[in-house]
Nanobody, 121 residues
Framework: QVQLVESGGGLVQAGGSLKLSCAAS????????MGWFRQAPGKEREFVAT???????YYADSVKGRFTISRDNAKNTVYLSMNNLKPEDTAVYYC???????????????WGQGTQVTVSS
């Protein structure tokens, strides 16, 4: 069992930056692939970024070059640094853990409660 708690969301102007954190419980954090997803009002939850257990990273095209995912296995934490934010980045951001690396939302085993990111124009 893994429990995930996100933090770091908030209100920011377009062009600004935020850094999200996701703290995981348990001693097997390094065994999981970690992902960030987001869900905007009225839309389906979508993939944002993921890092495998070994640190290989993938991004959605919409955030490539602006967002950076990283993990600190010693701190059981995964981060999402977001720069040059746009109003269309407004969403609830979720972190998730998967026993096997995947880009598919439905294959992630554990989810956090989400943190709101609002980007004003």
């Amino acid at each position: 069992q893994v429990q995930l708690v996100e933090s770091g969301g908030g209100l920011v102007q377009a062009g600004g930056s935020l850094k999200l954190s996701c703290a995981a419980s348990g001693r097997t954090f390094s065994a999981y692939a970690m992902g960030w997803f987001r869900q905007a009002p009225g839309k389906e939850r979508e993939f944002v970024a993921t890092t495998t257990r070994s640190g290989t990273i993938y991004y959605a095209d919409s955030v490539k070059g602006r967002f950076t995912i990283s993990r600190d296995n010693a701190k059981n934490t995964v981060y999402l640094s977001m720069n040059n934010l746009k109003p269309e980045d407004t969403a609830v951001y979720y972190c998730a853990a998967a026993k096997a690396w995947t880009l598919k939302l439905q294959d992630y085993d554990y989810w956090g409660q989400g943190t709101q990111v609002t980007v004003s124009s």
